[in-house]
C-alpha cells in the first residue's frame, strides 16, 4: 500500500477537526533517531536514503529516524503540481519528489526535516499526522515569539501580517513560513516539512509555492530572528519529542 497525501481533497469532516498536540508510539517503542546532516545534502541523495530507510523501518531494521537537512538551491514537483505553477523552469534544478503537494523550493537557510516514522507503531490516520506535525512547527515558532496558524484549505504554517494592506475579500496578509509535504509506504512516512530560518526569498519567485496563489513567503530572519541553524535544530528536537516523544541521536547509515 502507497499512501501519498500533502493537500487533501474535500471531505465531510474538516481537516482541522483532526487537530492534536501528541503522536507518540506504543509504549516499549525505540526512541526515534535524530541525524543531521552537514553541508547541503543534493537531493537525489536525500531521496535514496529516505527509500532506504523506509524500507528498514518496515523490516525492523532500523529505528524510526529524522533526517535534518540543507539542500542547494532547488524546485521540487509533488504528485499534484501544475505546470503552471513553474514560472522558471530553468532558474534552478526541478526534481519530481513523489511527495503529495505541488511544487515547493528548497535551499540554503532553511532546515528540511525528513520524518520517518512507523505509523502502526503510533496512528494510522495521515490527517492526524500532518496535523501533528503542523504542532510541531507551531511550538517551535512559539519559541520566537511568532504566531505560527493553520488554514483548513492550506497545509502548513502561516503567519499573519497585519501591516500589509489586506486581500480584496477583506481577508489578512499573510506568509507562509513553512511547508509540509509527505509520502506513506506500508504506513511508514517519508518527506516532511521544510522551515524557512534565512533562505534568499527571491528563490521562491520562480514557482507558485505548493500552488498557493495571493499570498507570500516568510522567514525567521525575514519576521527580525536571525539566529544560526543549530539554534533551530535545538529547539525543533525539544518540541518534537513533546509531540512525537523520545529522540536518540544517530548517525548516518552505511552506505548501501
Known sequence: MTVTTANFAPSPAPRLATLTTTFFAAEGAPPVGWTILD??????TALALMDRRVAEIDAGAAPETVFLVEHPPLYTAGT???????????????YEAGRGGEYTYHGP???????CLDLKRRRQDIRAFVAALEAWIISTLREFQIVGERREDRVGV??????????MDG??????IAAIGIRVRKWV????????????LTHFSGIVPCGVRNHGVTS?????HVVSMPEVDIL???HFETIFGATSKLGLPDPA
Open 39 to 44: 553541508g547541503l545534502t543534493d537531493y537525489a
Open 80 to 94: 499534484k503540481a501544475n505546470a503552471a505553477d513553474l514560472v522558471d523552469a530553468t532558474r534552478f534544478p526541478v
Open 109 to 115: 537557510g532553511q532546515r528540511v526535516a525528513y520524518v
Open 158 to 167: 502561516w503567519v499573519e501580517q497585519p501591516e500589509r494592506p489586506p486581500l
Open 171 to 176: 481577508s489578512s496578509a499573510e506568509d507562509k
Open 189 to 200: 512516512t517519508f518527506h516532511g516539512i521544510s522551515l524557512n530560518v534565512d533562505p534568499d
Open 220 to 224: 525567521l530572519a525575514d519576521l527580525g
Open 236 to 238: 525543533l528536537r525539544r
